[in-house]
């Protein structure tokens, strides 16, 4: 089945930093990706999405490019702020499992001044 | 326009007994979706419905149900509660796929 794979945290960086996650993925087919962000006693909010593949996402400075040759989706951000320190989740939606997010474990960011 | 609203937003029940939460979408989403939040277990897809019919299902207890109504709010039941369906519970809701869904605050539920 679907799956989804990103790097454990908690990821400590200072501000101004520079911000990877990475996150890949095992899908049938040609699935839609996302990634959400999550901050503390909040739901979910969609932080940038691709839906095909060399598709680039773009939000509040976060960029992930839809990588089908190695089935990634990394989210970078050139320089953190304090208000970046959330959790960050990659997810994917595959047509062949209908309207299902599939979401990997979760990213704890926390961004010190 | 308003956003997804889950009520209530808290709640402590006693193991055994049932709880309902509620999920209104966002105007003209007709599919809401279901998830439960757990440290452990991380997100987790319950259930999807679009015109009041459930679409896909993940792999939970039949205790575990839900329904959609005409005008696509959704609630979800949990029934015989245990302690292990402590959680926050998350609806999303979308216009489609592609699209991406939209997030409530979510109800965090707590057995005891």
């Known amino acids: 089945g679907d799956s989804v794979t990103q790097m454990e945290g908690p990821v400590t960086l200072s501000e101004e930093a520079f911000l990877t996650i990475n996150c890949t993925y095992t899908a049938t087919g040609y699935p839609s990706l996302f990634w959400y962000v999550q901050y503390p006693g909040e739901g979910l909010q969609l932080l940038l999405k691709?839906?095909?593949?060399?598709d680039k996402g773009s939000n509040k400075g976060f960029e992930a490019t839809y990588r089908k040759e190695t089935t990634s989706f990394h989210l970078e951000k050139g320089s953190v702020q304090v208000s970046d320190s959330a959790v960050y989740f990659c997810?994917?939606?595959?047509?062949?499992?209908?309207?299902?997010?599939?979401f990997g474990g979760g990213t704890r960011v926390l961004v010190k001044p | 326009k308003a956003g997804v609203t889950q009520t209530p937003r808290y709640l402590i029940k006693t193991r055994g007994q049932q709880v309902t939460l509620s999920c209104s979408p966002i105007s003209g989403h007709r599919s809401v979706s279901w998830y439960q939040q757990t440290p452990g277990q991380g997100l987790q897809f319950l259930f999807e419905?679009?015109?009041?019919?459930?679409?896909n299902k993940g792999n939970f207890p039949g205790r575990f149900s839900g329904r959609q109504f005409s005008n696509s709010r959704s609630e979800m039941n949990v029934s015989t509660l245990e302690l292990g369906d402590s959680a926050l519970y998350l609806c999303?809701?979308?216009?489609?796929?592609?699209?991406?869904?939209?997030f409530g605050s979510g109800t965090r539920l707590t057995v005891v």
């Open positions: 691709a839906t095909k593949a060399d």
């Open positions: 999303a809701s979308s216009l489609d796929a592609v699209s991406g869904y939209t």
């Open positions: 997810a994917l939606s595959g047509r062949a499992a209908g309207n299902k997010l599939t």
């Open positions: 419905y679009f015109s009041e019919t459930q679409r």
